[in-house]
């Protein structure tokens, strides 16, 4: 008989009898009456009388049930109703030991949480699928420069090749991401992000437009009118959904451009873009040669039945040819990948490194289950006689093992919905720091649910139950259990070597562990209580920002800023500072030596107006402040602040000093630097930031004055304002108003209060703190309900023994001693080893693994945990003590 | 002479059933009923033995269920061969033979069935 057709058969046959059971059973029940019915009859034929016979026909036929237990044994149906009624007193079990079912079901909660929000995040973020169609055949050609094993995205030149030449890559185009001004009717500008792009970008999309059209290959050209496509959103939030749009005039840096397309709801190709315009063309100069031009990031979709491996060979022919004509040129290497891994550079990945991500944070699942295992085993020791009478009603020992992995099952699938929740709040609170800090997620990472997850989860909550249902189980029914048959009575089994050396290294693991994990935890989030010195919530910062092309002209520009930001009513002062280190580095004193291992003290160094310091009333100390002159490229003056001058001076005077920054050697790719002059400190200041835990997390700092021109040689400078009685709300618009009169090529980027800001950077300190306290709640509950059980086991069997003693007179602080002494004895070695691992480690690593604070943190943590253990052992050997002897000794006959 | 179940040859009883199918579909009883006269009231079989036998059939395949009014206008569940069941029924029956007719040889019997 053919396999699948019997296979079809059976299934559907199970299927049948598992979703229309009810219907099966009255089915079967129909045709055993009409099979009764036709016997009466038959037995009537034969000389039975008609009122008799329908009793002897249902007697010979028997009961109905048992028929219907064998026809399901026939569909092989037979374990769902074991199994229904395993899961209900799974259920039960729940409920009757809410203690383990609470404690071990959190514990393992989070276990599922990290496990889960990982296997999340590689999904999303790794392996993640386009949502467009034919999404996993986009991919992304970039250059990679050999020599430093990085990509060089200077590519007009070879991409213009690539378009040409490529036959195993179609609809090959280009983007760049610019930020510009855009300016919509009378209201103010606004910076947004547009895609330059390519119009091969929609063609390879294959989304076609709501309204209007996307761009074609023709907008490219420099000779046509300026065109800009915009997304739903934005024509839904900021064009008031006007159903004039196509053609509607919007400027952007000054530049009339005409809307001439809606794309669909959701389309944010080429990542999170709302806005495209065509791919400005270059001066044919720049496209004759190779690393000439803007950055690029080149996309196409492989052809019909090309692979990348086939992309990959025709695109190294035409980078060897490249390499040929300009050989100055010849370390650049063209490379074909998924288009994803290029925009979020992730090549590095391996599939080992991943799999080592996903295995460690299952690790914490593990060892959490195996805790929960442990009491498991403890609470089946009072089920000794239970497991006994089955056994010798004829369960299997393969059935018994079943029942308890299904009562474990049940606990991990409600730990596993538990803990799915958490990992995805998780998950979305990334999400949304990604949101607000980067402006949104790339258009393919998607954190919704999808079957994958859940299947990952199920499976995930299976292995769980594996491990704290059947190992007790195998343990639980194995030899012992006979000798439970045999004296029918109290229990047999013994928490044998393994238990007991689990206890101790459960002990050893978390004194050794647990004081490293909290010094370093510690450590991060000491510097989350560093405050500023002023009331943050009175400033904002603004970053302004000037295209490179000229930055060189009109350097009043920004001082004409500052002037007309000072007359917006709420603003009292205002100043600005560089958006980036034009001197950076370790800084050397004159006469004073460096950290050991260091060329210099680590220092932050800023570049500001000269009215910085009093914008923020930073309060001279000693010598003047920063002047007008000092913004002279030649002027050697600096004002340090007390912080700077006791890190490095001590109580001595630092005005007249002299300090430079270090000459530091080539490092991966950078290039050497020799020391810098010598400037000299000429003014002493407040601190900016205090740290009430630790003084000496506050980073010393070194002001120098930079004028406007100086400032602009960054993309950005950073305008600081200080307000009075009004929001960063009701200043916003004038501030944008005011940089696009001023000059409209100029626009103001992020624009944030000072607070908000300390605010974004303390959340990663928070969710630390929290994620600590998580794993230090559950290390020691888990260690607590370990020896919790571990006590109350002890007098479970102990029982008997202890109501002779008591009977004897015995006191019952000699039956306590008894009773802890073992317990003691495994808390007691378990500290010594964790003390004894954790100093080594420390030892070996100079040190640094505790930070120095070993003497505290190690006696601390044994403390903690002895503390955990007499609290724990507390509950059940009270229970110990009151044992009466008529009550134990009447129990055990 | 009646045997019971526990004398009925292993397999055969899902191959007799097989047999009286090809004939014409049939109830469960009226399988019993034709099986114990075929025999000359040799097998009597247990509806505890059919039943589960008939349900393993149909999870085979091997026959299908319908239900059916018999001419006594009551409803009723017959049995039908499928294809897959005709193929079965001549693959058993030429195994049977070949079986049966080498035990007759060992047993001192004349070629073909008792």
Known sequence: MKPIVRFIATTRERLRGLLFRKRVDAELEEELRFHMEMEAAELVRSGTAPDEAPRIAAATLGGVERYKDEVRDARGLAWIPGLYLDFVLGMRMMRKHSALSIVGGLGMAVGVAMSVGMFVFIRANIYPTIPLDEGDRIVAIENRDVTVNNEDRRVLHDFLTWRRELKSVTNVGAFRSVSRNLAVGDAPPEPVEIAEMSAAGFALARVPAVKGRFLLPDDERADRPPVMVIGFDVWKNRFAGREDIIGYPVKVAGVVHSIVGVMPEGFAFPVTHRYWVPLAAEDEAVSTGRRKGSGLYVFGRLADGATLESAQAELSIIGRRAAGQYPENAKLEPMVMPYIHSITDIQGIQTLGIVMMQAMMTLLLVVVAVNVAMLVYARTATRQGEIAVRTALGASRTRIIGQLFMEALTLALFSAAVGLGIGYVGVSLGDRIMQTEMGGSPFWISYRLDPWIILYTIGIAVFTAAIVGVLPALQATGKRLEASLRSLSGSALRLGKTWTTLIIAQVALAVAVLPATVNFAWSEMRGGFTRTTYDASRYLLAELVIDESDRGARPDRVAEVIRRLEEVPGIEDAAYRTSFAHRRGPIEAEGVASPGGTSGFRVASKGVSPDHLSLYGLRLAAGRGLTAGDMDTASTAVVVSRRFASRIYGTANPLGRRVRYAAQPAVDDAKPREASRWFEIVGVVDNDRENVFDPELVVPELYYAVSPEAALRGESIVIQARMGGTTLASVLPSMRRIASQVDPTMRLGRVIQQSAANRQAATVLRLLGLALGLILLSVFLLSAAGIYALVSFTITRRRKEIGIRSALGATQRQVLVDVLRPVGRQVLIGIAIGIAGAAAVDRASGQELLGGRAGLLLPAFAIAMAIVAVVAAFGPARRGVRIQPTEALRAES | ?114
Do not use: C
């Open chain 2, 1 to 114: 002479m009646a045997h019971d179940q526990s004398d009925l040859l292993q397999g055969t009883l899902e191959l007799m059933v097989l047999k009286n199918l090809s004939l014409e579909p049939m109830h469960g009883w009226g399988i019993i009923q034709r099986i114990r006269q075929s025999s000359r009231d040799v097998f009597q079989i247990n509806q505890g033995s059919l039943y589960p036998a008939l349900q393993r059939m149909v999870s085979r395949g091997v026959i299908r269920a319908e239900w059916r009014v018999t001419e006594n206008n009551r409803r009723a569940r017959y049995y039908s061969l499928t294809a897959e069941g005709r193929r079965e029924l001549a693959s058993e029956l030429a195994q049977w033979k070949r079986a049966s007719t080498a035990v007759n040889r060992v047993l001192g019997f004349s070629g073909g069935a008792a």
